[in-house]
């Protein structure tokens, strides 16, 4: 018999039990498609945290204070002056600014909104990339020597207080203080931020003044280049722990580094979803199996007859083996297009980059092969040993 009989002979056998068989498919079906939905939605994720990055500033950097640090913590373990410093002093940064978050309740001319407050300084527009000014200006170097009670909105709290009023140059009340709106900007806004509030931004200096102790809460800084960005980290750590007499007392992030720790959970949650999935595709081969070994014995009597007319071990063994790997294929298509569709229909509605997992695709039809014949071995072996004689005499 040769291999094309044997194609022949199994599509037959699969089609005169199309619904065993659609039925055994469906196990293999749902592994696949979960298998390619999850490895492509985890991708297609890792792509769009990697596109914030780069939007937000692959050179930028976070200083803080560590708060698992032994050593004693004092409001001036971070400064403005640092930064004026830092900017100065080293080759590898290119800007810094301090930066002091809040919120605070802001009174406009007939409405009062919860706002985000942003106390930093004049260069923060250079290293947040992501924020461009759209009306009058931004907080000045002077603004923030003199301690200028003087605001900039961005776009979402200047509607919320003023509608459709230009707001430049009318003032608003915060902390039972009067400041004059000087600027308007627009955040281009992190992917997956929730957050509902509008933020202002006013002059460090000028915040400080509502502090009993004047403080910092942490600095920002912009490498000049990403081949820098370590050094720059390294040396700007270096030196506040030498300005301010500590040892080891401050953490210093990147958004790449931020970047591979996020990875490494979507690695791992996509890991285990597959992990998930792939117990529902060793399910569906043991459906696979069970559904062969019926097969075998409903047909053992044909089995008996063609032994009798000169079917040889291997040609039963194969017809078998070919007929699971069928049903394991199709099963493994349909998969496929389920899968490519619903990663598709979902990566649309979440607003990630389109992106196809061309590995999963490959190793969803390769496994379906393995699963085709690993579970379907056992039973075409059973057929292949079966005494013709005996399995003649079989009712």
């Known amino acids: 018999m040769n291999l094309l009989e044997s194609f022949r002979i199994a599509i037959e056998g699969i089609w005169a039990n ?16 979960s298998v390619i939905a999850v490895n492509t939605l985890g ?16 050179t930028s950097f976070n200083v803080m204070v560590d708060w698992n640090s032994k050593e004693e913590f004092k409001n001036q373990d971070l400064t403005v002056e640092d930064t004026e410093i830092l900017t100065k002093a080293s080759p590898y940064i290119e800007k810094m600014v301090p930066v002091n978050y809040g919120s605070a309740d802001i009174q406009g001319p007939k409405k009062s909104e919860r706002t985000n407050i942003m106390a930093t300084g004049a260069d923060y527009l250079a290293i947040q990339s992501n924020i461009k000014l ?30 459709k009023q230009n707001p430049i140059g009318q003032r608003v009340r915060m902390y039972n203080t009067s400041v004059v709106v000087i600027g ?27 502090q009993d102790e004047p403080y910092v809460s ?16 390294q040396q700007t750590k270096n030196y506040l722990n030498r300005k301010h007499n500590h040892t080891d007392h401050y953490m ?17 949650l996509t890991l285990v979803f597959s992990v998930i999935a792939g117990i529902s595709l060793f399910v569906g081969g043991i459906g696979v199996m069970n559904i062969m070994l019926v097969s075998v014995t409903e047909r053992t009597r044909e089995i008996g007859i063609r032994k009798a007319l000169g079917a040889q071990r291997k040609d039963i063994l194969i017809q078998f083996l070919i007929e699971s790997v ?25 607003g990630l980059p389109p992106f196809l997992a061309w590995d999963s695709v490959v190793l969803a039809f390769g496994f379906s092969s393995v699963i085709g014949i690993f579970f379907g071995l056992y039973p075409a072996n059973k057929a292949a040993k079966l005494d013709p004689i005996e399995a003649l005499r079989y009712e």
Request: include cysteine.
């Open 43 to 58: 991708q297609g994720g890792q792509q769009a945290l990697v596109n914030e990055v780069e939007k937000f500033g692959a």
């Open 326 to 350: 069928i049903v394991c294929l199709i099963g493994g298509t349909v998969g496929v297009i389920l899968g490519v569709g619903a990663a598709a229909i979902i990566t649309y509605f979440a």
């Open 252 to 268: 210093v992030r990147s958004l790449q580094q931020e970047l591979s720790q996020l990875n490494q959970m979507t690695d791992m």
């Open 218 to 233: 942490s600095l920002l800084g912009k490498a000049s280049s990403k081949e820098t960005v370590e050094l720059a980290m």
């Open 18 to 33: 199309k619904m065993r068989s659609g039925l055994t498919m469906l196990g293999i079906v749902i592994g696949i498609t």
């Open 134 to 163: 759209v009306k009058g200006r931004f907080i000045s170097k002077d603004d923030d020597l003199e301690k200028r009670a003087v605001i900039v909105l961005d776009d979402q709290a200047a509607a919320a207080l003023f509608k």
């Open 184 to 210: 308007v900007v627009k955040e281009d806004k992190f992917r997956f931020d929730m957050s509902q509030s509008g933020t202002a931004y006013i002059p460090i200096r000028f915040d400080q003044t509502f």
